[in-house]
């Protein structure tokens, strides 16, 4: 099998467990925000989050769910104040702590961005059995980021609910989580 076949392969077997509901997917973890300080899903305990991976310099997919994930929040009104949005990078060699700060908050004033050591975003997206890699870019032009690009939610005592996929709208994000707010905690 080539090596770009394997890839396509372990990326359907993170959806398989994503999907199948028979893995453990998420938990807390500790990362690096925009001001440089240790934080994690933990301080967000009590509210939904809406936890996404993605990179600054992607295209076109990571600021139209970031779009659409702060718009859903806006949707949401009074309830909005109960959903954190924060986001990951899976590129913490370009995306710096401040940087990648003032990228989420173009999307919601409210958006975390975390980022950490190379190893440390590893270990959190195989938690959340995120696929992603570094694909170099033709003719030397640098590197994109191939990657998963869901919309994580979280509960309030801070355990997977589900995801949302690529270009959930607004509306129906705002949909599956007052459906969500409204069933009683496990």
């Known amino acids: 099998m080539a ?3 394997t890839r396509r392969a372990d990326a359907a077997l993170l959806m398989q ?3 199948s509901g028979k893995v ?3 938990g807390d973890f500790t990362l690096t925000d925009s001001r ?3 934080a994690g899903l933990s301080q967000y305990r009590g509210k939904w989050v809406l936890l996404y991976f993605g990179f600054t310099t992607c295209p076109d997919v990571c600021p139209t769910d970031l779009f659409e994930i702060g718009k859903a929040v806006r949707l949401l009104g009074a309830d909005g104040e109960g ?4 986001f990951v990078t899976l590129d913490p060699e370009r995306d710096r702590p401040a940087m990648i700060g003032e990228y989420v908050a173009s999307f919601h004033p409210r958006f975390v961005a975390l980022t950490g050591a190379p190893s440390e975003i590893a270990t959190v997206a195989a938690r959340y059995r995120v696929f992603y890699e570094r694909v170099a870019i033709p003719g030397g032009l640098g590197y994109t980021i191939d990657h998963a690009a869901f919309t994580y939610v979280i509960r309030p005592d801070g355990n997977y609910h589900g995801i949302l ?4 709208p607004a509306d129906r ?3 599956v989580l007052r459906d969500a707010m409204a069933e009683p905690p496990p």
């Open 3 to 5: 090596q770009g076949e």
């Open 17 to 19: 467990d994503l999907m």
């Open 24 to 26: 453990k997917v998420g």
């Open 36 to 38: 440089g300080r240790r």
């Open 83 to 86: 959903v954190q949005p924060v």
């Open 165 to 168: 996929p690529p270009g959930t």
């Open 173 to 175: 994000m705002t949909l």
